[in-house]
């Protein structure tokens, strides 16, 4: 009976085991990078009334935009080569962003 108990235990252990390390889950944001441009949300793919990290990824200046729905700024942010990430306000789908220079931002 002894032997039944181990070789059950062992068995459970070993299962569980296995089971545990196959159910690994990565979770990556989407990065999208944009250049020179007048886009809107819908352009960039963006969700509405979410925060989004910028961040310059190239060896180039740029510069960043945010209009909203009466062109009225909301957010502007100068972007040195290969920048620090910088947290864009949450915008509406009716807000403009425009992209300036050779830079490419990084939307996450």
Request: aromatic share 12%; glycine share 6%; no cysteine.
């Amino acid at each position: 009976m002894v032997i039944i108990l181990k070789k059950f235990a062992l068995i459970l252990s070993i299962f569980l085991l296995i089971s545990l390390n196959f159910n690994t889950v990565s979770a990556v944001a989407e990065t999208k990078t944009f250049s020179e441009g007048i886009y809107t949300i819908n352009d960039l793919n963006l969700l509405a009334n979410v925060p989004y990290r910028v961040q310059n990824v190239s060896g180039g200046k740029a510069f960043i935009t945010v209009l909203n729905g009466d062109l009225v700024l909301e957010q502007s942010i100068r972007f040195e080569p290969s920048s620090l990430q910088y947290l864009l306000n949450p915008m509406q789908y009716n807000y403009k962003i425009v992209i300036i220079g050779t830079g490419q931002l990084s939307f996450s």
